[in-house]
C-alpha cells in the first residue's frame, strides 16, 4: 500500500510514538521509511544566538541518530532528514520532494486558542499537504 513514508520528529513523547506507528506500517507494506526533523527558523522572540542555533542542529542529529539505530534493528531502510525552517512548510516540502506515500505526525491536541495564537504544525500539514496523512494524538 505504502512504498515511502514520511515521519515527522522534535523530539516529544508523541513525536516517538508517531514514529513507533511509522516503523509498523513501513514494516508492513517493506516501505522506505523517511524521518524528517525541522530545526525551527529563530523568530523575533527567540534567541538567534549562533550556540543556539547550534545545539538545536546537535539535538536534532542526536535525535536522527537514535531513531536510525531503531530503525535498522527492524530491518527498514531509514532515509534521514535534517533539515531547518517553518516546520509545517518543511515537513509539506520534503514530503513532496521524496514522493511519500503517507506522512505520520503527532499532535499535542492543543486547544483551538493554542492553535489560533500559537499555531500547530500538524494542523498546518493537513491544512497545505496533499499526501495521505495519519495524526497520532496523545
Same mark, same amino acid.
Given at each position: 500500500?505504502? !512504498? ?8 516529544? +513523547? *508523541?513525536?516517538? $510514538? =508517531? ?5 509498523? #506500517? ?29 545545539? !538545536? ?8 541518530? +537514535? *531513531?536510525?539505530? $531503531? =530503525? ?5 531502510? #531509514? ?5 531547518s525552517g517553518h516546520p509545517g512548510d518543511r515537513i509539506v516540502t520534503i514530503a513532496d520532494e ?41
Amino acid at each position: 500500500m505504502f !512504498s515511502k513514508i514520511l515521519v515527522a520528529l522534535d523530539g516529544s +513523547e *508523541i513525536s516517538r $510514538l =508517531a514514529f513507533t506507528r511509522a516503523m509498523e #506500517f513501513a514494516k508492513e507494506d517493506s516501505a522506505e521509511l523517511h524521518a524528517v526533523v525541522v530545526v525551527n527558523t529563530p523568530h523575533l522572540w527567540k534567541d538567534e544566538s549562533p550556540a543556539n542555533q547550534t545545539k !538545536s542542529e546537535s539535538d536534532a542529529k542526536t535525535l536522527l541518530d +537514535e *531513531i536510525e539505530v $531503531l =530503525a535498522k534493528e527492524a530491518d527498514l531502510k #531509514f532515509i534521514p532528514h535534517l533539515v531547518s525552517g517553518h516546520p509545517g512548510d518543511r515537513i509539506v516540502t520534503i514530503a513532496d520532494e521524496i514522493e511519500s506515500d503517507l506522512i505520520v505526525i503527532g499532535s499535542l491536541g492543543k486547544s483551538h486558542l493554542d492553535r489560533l495564537l500559537l499555531g500547530s504544525v500538524s494542523s498546518y500539514v493537513t491544512q497545505y499537504s496533499k499526501r495521505n496523512i495519519i495524526v497520532i494524538r496523545n
